[in-house]
């Protein structure tokens, strides 16, 4: 079996979904117009340093991942539904570069718990001026059209997704 992996912001894994260049996609459910084999929702906590306090006389500075990101897409709508000034300080399409940023005083950032290190970064709560927590539904899709390998890898996959099963 051979496995080429593609890592990629959610839009561009939209597209590639769309002209078929993929047998297997995990990706938000947002970005495809086809039924997903299993769903499950990833909770975003808006983060800082341990010792970041939040001015609220002056713009939130973020850390986000690069445009064109659905997560810094969502967060920024909340930013501004919340009437709460924001800049983006850094962006990158690198979570480590992102915690690393965020670790290091430069600004909040909307991470998944699971990488959110609680040594070195704390959870934001509403009160610090931060909207609610947003939460993204994502989707393991793979087209009718599957060998027996495709099945063995989305039977892999399976094994680690905390997910509900699709329609």
């Not at 078929?20 to 084999?37: N, R």
């Amino acid at each position: 079996m051979s496995l080429d992996v593609v890592v990629e912001h959610s839009v561009s894994l939209g597209r590639l979904w769309s002209e078929d260049g993929l047998d297997i996609m995990i990706a938000p459910t947002s970005v495809v117009v086809a039924d997903a084999l299993i769903t499950w929702n990833v909770n975003l906590q808006w983060v800082c340093d341990l010792d970041y306090v939040p001015d609220q006389e002056r713009p939130l500075d973020l850390v986000a991942f690069a445009a064109p990101c659905l997560w810094r897409r969502r967060m920024i709508a909340a930013l501004v539904a919340a009437g709460r000034e924001h800049r983006v300080a850094l962006s990158s399409h690198s979570v480590t570069a992102l915690q690393a940023a965020i670790e290091n005083g430069l600004g909040i950032g909307l991470l998944p718990p699971e990488s959110v290190r609680t040594g070195s970064m704390r959870v934001l709560k509403t009160s610090a001026g931060v909207p609610e927590p947003l939460t993204v539904q994502y989707g393991l899709y793979a087209h009718d059209r599957r060998t027996p390998v495709v099945d063995a890898a989305i039977d892999v996959l399976l094994k680690d997704i905390p997910a509900t099963p699709g329609p």
